[in-house]
C-alpha cells in the first residue's frame, strides 16, 4: 500500500525491530525507527503490522498510539550546479504546509556528513472545536493549512549541501515542499 517496499528487520528478538522502506514510484529508500512490527500484511488495501502487543492498523491517523509523531529526514546533497568551488552556506528556509504552527529542529549538512539537530522540536497545538460539539461564536474552529516558511541561520562550508530535519507532532498533518538556500561561493587563495 501507499507505493512502499517494506523490508523488516529485527534487532532484538521478539523485542524490537526497523524498516527499510522504498518508494516504488521515485527508488528513495529511508528507514523506520520505533515501529516494533515483527510481521506485515495487507487486508484490501490497508496495512496491518503485528507487534508484541497486538495486531494494529498502520499508517492511519496523526498521532503514534497516542504519542507524539517524530521524525528526522536528510535532503540530497546537491552541488547547486557547480562541484568545484567550495559554498558557505549561511542561511536556509525550508517550506512546509503544517494544519498547525511547527518549529523543527534544521542544520546543514555538506559533503556528505550527517550530523543531526540537537534539541527538541515543536509544535504549537490549537484547540479546534468539533462541529455539533462546540459553541457557536465562542469555539475557534479550524482554519485552513498554515504556510510555513521561516529563514533559518545556518553555518556550513563545502561543495554540496543538504539540510536535516527532526520534528515532532501529534494529531497534526505537516509536509516540507521545498528548501531555499543562501549561500556565498568561495575560492582557492
Known sequence: TGNKL?????SSEGLTSHQYVMNTITGAWCKFTGL?????????DK???G???GVFQAETDTNDNGSD???????SFSYFGDNTSQKHFKMVRPIFISETYI????????DFGMKSPQGIPSYSPTNAALWDVALWDVSYWVQDDILIKDWRSVNGIGYCAGIRIKSSSAGYRMSWQSTDFVYER???I
Open 6 to 10: 517494506i523490508i523488516n528487520v529485527p
Open 36 to 44: 516494533n512490527a515483527f510481521c506485515f500484511e495487507t487486508l484490501g
Open 47 to 49: 496495512l496491518y503490522f
Open 51 to 53: 507487534g508484541v502487543n
Open 69 to 75: 509523531i517524530t521524525g528526522e529526514v536528510q535532503q
Open 103 to 110: 518549529n523543527p529542529l534544521v542544520t546543514v549538512n555538506v
Open 186 to 188: 568561495g575560492g582557492v
